[in-house]
């Protein structure tokens, strides 16, 4: 079995978590990799724990291009370190598993306290593989391969002060001209990230559909609606001066007036390890509070 380790750069990390996280991976036997950006800050942070520095068997860059058998994506931070650490990986289908030192954490499952049992688990073979599904956004300019897609979800924003107009279609029927903030579509697994926020509906991540929502409308009976995962939407934009935003999760990039966008499922999927007796309802019910009385 082999263990990629992947972390932004920016990411705050105890050292002795990732010692432990370090020993774990040795203590069953695998082999391991490291991201290029984390692998100098993960030698400092054992260096600083043990007093002297130890070497890391290997490194990938921006894309893993090693074996794919018997390999498990780690991801340290939050969710958007596993979003970025899943386009890693490209075409491979490896599956991908999170330890949570971000905030909410609806992807990276496993607290700190976790870290030994997840390590176990991968050495039992008892992490349970999720599908999840990716869009795919099809632009008038180049995107480099796998920045077209996305896992949580895809979005048209103002960029100023000033409103923007996006037509909306659904397989060439048009649904609406949203006036505002401008246009989300999410995936299921994004229903928990911006689309909540958009007062879109949480939806379990085995559902077939997308979530198309408007973005603060200016026609207060504007809602957000759910779409088959068959479906194609295209986006026409309308914007002032200050044109606006296509953001792909966490990338952004400059749209002008009059700027089309074609969106779609992906024919890859990303694979999310889950760990055992960790469900989607009990990540909302912990995540969310779900059930808490407040009123004492």
């Not at 939806?203 to 207060?220: E, G, K």
Request: some cysteine.
């Amino acid at each position: 079995m082999k263990i990629l380790l992947f972390s932004r750069k920016d990411t705050a990390h105890d050292p002795r978590e990732l010692r432990r996280v370090v020993s774990a991976i040795r203590s069953h036997g695998f082999e391991y990799a490291v991201n290029e950006e984390f692998s100098m800050i993960l030698q400092g942070a054992l260096a600083t724990v043990t007093g002297e520095a130890q070497p890391l068997v290997e490194h990938y860059g921006k894309r893993y291009e090693g074996p794919s058998e018997e390999c498990v994506m780690v991801c340290l931070g939050g969710d958007g370190t596993l979003l970025e650490g899943a386009r890693r990986l490209g075409d491979a289908s490896i599956p991908v598993v999170g330890i949570n030192s971000g905030r909410l954490g609806f992807l990276t499952m496993v607290s700190s306290e976790g870290i030994e049992e997840l390590f176990e688990q991968i050495a039992r073979r008892e992490l349970r593989l999720e599908r999840r599904t990716l869009l795919r956004a099809e632009a008038g300019f180049p995107m480099r391969e796998g920045e077209e897609l996305a896992l949580n979800e895809i979005a048209i924003q103002r960029q100023g002060a000033g409103m923007i107009s996006v037509e909306a279609y659904v397989d060439r029927q048009m649904v609406a001209t949203y006036h505002g903030d401008g246009v989300l579509l999410s995936t299921p697994t994004g229903s928990t990230a911006y689309s909540l926020s958009a007062g879109g509906p949480v939806v379990a991540p085995s559902c077939a559909c997308f979530i198309l929502s408007p973005l603060a409308p200016h026609n207060l009976t504007m809602r957000p609606v759910v779409i088959p995962d068959s479906s194609e939407v295209f986006l026409r934009l309308h914007a002032r001066d200050e044109g606006a935003v296509l953001s792909l999760d966490n990338r952004t990039y400059r749209l002008g007036e009059g700027a089309e966008l074609t969106i779609h499922k992906a024919e890859q999927h990303i694979f999310l390890a889950v760990p055992r007796n960790n469900s989607f309802y009990d990540t909302l019910r912990n995540k969310l509070l779900w059930g808490v009385d407040v009123r004492s």
